[in-house]
């Protein structure tokens, strides 16, 4: 990562009292829809789009759209991706406290998205650059209830210090926190279930089904020593919880077809989290979930 000058801007922009602080990344997505197998070393006919991504800022979004107060935390480059994504994340009426870094470029990836399977190639860019600083900065937002952080930031040793210190400090404040597991494949490279462990203690954990496996059970119930309460998302099949109060279920929403799964754990999450901080039921809660994410794959791209 190229040396850089931070240039922080002001504080907060579009700041009023938040109630829900979320941290991760912010990226360009690239979406690539394509019928049937990759030409490799030749042409593959797609539909290519651009739009605003990362688990946490679509999060943020989803958040928004469900009418909760929120704010997004983050580092983007002093590029023009960077004006974009950050300019779409106040349309959408999202609070930022977003360091900007010259240098340095916002991060991209790449989504590739066929029979409503993802293959995803990331460049992390700036939001690697992710410090204590910028969740000291965040955490002085007025009335913050609840802080949600991606595991993206965990999986990146450059940023992970930050992430703990996040939760750790959040939950000091009197916060509730929620964590996401975010994706199999790095989660398993790290340990599972021993790398969480290490991972402050949060009263929430979400984590969709190939994420619970690798955590060592698809039952919510199982998993209960890594978090308060425990999210499993099933896709089609609903999902389920487990917590202090016992457990619960939900089914899915019938769809008529998927045409991008990208962003639907980032709207179940947002779901979920406005009806269990309005006081919902685990089970309106894990409803709630199910409808974001129903509306999430039914269009291109990880927003609404």
């Known amino acids: 990562m190229p040396a850089a000058t931070d240039r922080r801007g002001p504080p907060h922009v579009g700041a009023g009292v938040v109630t829900v602080l979320v941290i991760g990344d912010v990226v360009t997505d690239i979406l690539t829809v394509h019928e049937g197998p990759l030409a490799i070393g030749s042409d593959t006919i797609a539909s290519v789009r651009i739009a605003g991504g990362g688990s946490a800022a679509n999060t943020a979004v989803w958040l928004a759209a469900a009418g909760s107060a929120v704010a997004f935390a983050g580092?983007?480059?002093?590029?023009?991706?960077?004006?974009?994504?950050?300019?779409?994340?106040?349309?959408?009426?999202?609070?930022?406290?977003?360091?900007?870094?010259?240098?340095?470029?916002?991060?991209?990836?790449?989504?590739?998205?066929?029979?409503?399977?993802?293959?995803?190639?990331?460049?992390?860019?700036?939001?690697?650059?992710?410090?204590?600083?910028?969740?000291?900065?965040?955490?002085?937002?007025?009335?913050?209830?609840?802080?949600?952080?991606?595991?993206?930031?965990?999986?990146?040793?450059?940023?992970?210090?930050?992430?703990?210190?996040?939760?750790?400090?959040?939950?000091?404040?009197?916060?509730?926190?929620?964590?996401?597991?975010?994706?199999?494949?790095?989660?398993?490279?790290?340990?599972?279930?021993?790398?969480?462990?290490?991972?402050?203690r949060t009263s929430l954990l979400f984590a969709n089904l190939d994420e619970a496996r690798v955590l060592g059970s698809p039952d919510p119930a199982d998993l209960r020593h890594l978090a308060d309460g425990v999210i499993v998302k099933s896709g089609a099949a609903g999902a389920s919880w487990a917590g202090p109060d016992g457990t619960a279920s939900a089914p899915g929403r019938r769809l008529p077809a998927i045409v991008d799964p990208t962003g639907a754990g980032d709207a179940f999450a947002a779901g979920f989290l406005t009806a269990w901080l309005a006081g919902e039921t685990p089970h309106a809660a894990l409803d709630a979930g199910n409808k974001l994410g129903a509306r999430a794959v039914a269009k291109l791209g990880g927003r609404p």
């Open 75 to 200: 580092v983007a480059g002093e590029d023009e991706p960077g004006d974009a994504r950050l300019a779409e994340l106040h349309q959408a009426g999202v609070t930022t406290s977003v360091r900007r870094v010259p240098g340095v470029a916002t991060g991209t990836v790449v989504v590739l998205t066929s029979d409503a399977e993802r293959t995803m190639f990331t460049d992390r860019g700036a939001n690697r650059l992710l410090a204590r600083a910028d969740i000291e900065r965040a955490l002085a937002l007025p009335g913050l209830r609840h802080l949600h952080l991606s595991a993206y930031v965990l999986f990146d040793p450059d940023c992970a210090p930050a992430g703990r210190f996040a939760l750790e400090e959040a939950r000091r404040r009197g916060l509730t926190t929620s964590l996401d597991a975010a994706s199999a494949a790095p989660l398993e490279q790290l340990g599972g279930a021993k790398f969480l462990s290490s991972v402050p």
